[in-house]
């Protein structure tokens, strides 16, 4: 019997979920993005954001947007191999307040190429985020089917938990950032604890300059 392994088998049509970090930020600019800007309550989470949602735009924490935009590049450009021809761009910016109780139900960026969420508190101490596979996704057995599986996955030595689980938790530590195509589900878990705050900055990208060519050229401004 020949042992198979994660060098056996590929995550075919896999959707790539990438989990980096920035370097920290100042004292300054984190005071600023949690205490220092105005908040609201938003419908589609239970929780409070910015009111502003362009927030990385404000020259206060300029650093803060080349650092997050030095890591989209690095996962488009470096590891995805898009042509660097191609320009990506933040357009919205938005801080994320999550208190006692408070969560975001299941839910995708709209009009985004690749969305990102910088962790700014330890979710071990608060609420995880949750990345869903989407229903249309069919990458192993439909959703109709439940085939049983192993109680504990050994995720430090092999992947086959991507195959068969339909969402997967995060618990990032401050300054991590993770990136995630646009269309991807995703919900953040309810914040139990009393007396800490979960503060997350989430972003969406769009692409210009010429894309294609002949009759597929398009060119975004
Ligand atoms: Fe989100």
Redesign the pocket.
């Known amino acids: 019997m020949n042992p198979i392994t994660d060098n056996h088998v590929v995550p075919l049509f896999a959707v790539p979920l990438c989990k980096t970090k920035i370097d920290p930020i100042t004292s300054e600019e984190m005071t600023y993005l949690t205490t220092g800007i105005p908040y609201k309550e938003r419908l589609h989470s239970i929780a409070y954001n910015s009111v502003d949602n362009y927030i990385l735009d404000d020259p206060k924490v300029a650093d803060v947007k080349k650092k997050v935009m030095d890591q989209v590049n690095e996962f488009l450009l470096g590891y995805l191999d898009v042509d660097p021809k191609h320009e990506f761009y933040m357009t919205t910016s938005w801080m994320n307040r999550y208190q006692k109780n408070h969560y975001?139900q299941m839910?995708y960026?709209s009009n985004s190429l690749i969305?990102g969420?910088l962790y700014l508190t330890d979710c071990e101490d608060t609420a995880d985020i949750v990345i869903h596979k989407d229903k249309s996704n069919t990458n192993i057995f439909t959703d109709t089917i439940n085939i049983d599986h192993k109680d504990f996955f050994d995720t430090d030595t092999k992947r086959s938990y991507l195959y068969h689980q339909r969402e997967m938790r995060l618990s990032p530590k401050p300054f991590d950032l993770i990136l995630f195509p646009s269309m991807t589900n995703?919900s953040v878990d309810l914040n139990a604890q009393v007396d800490k705050t979960r503060y997350t900055l989430?972003f969406n990208t769009w692409v210009r300059g010429t894309i294609g060519d002949s009759t597929s050229t398009l060119v975004l401004k």
């Open positions: 975001a839910h960026h969305s969420v995703h989430a």
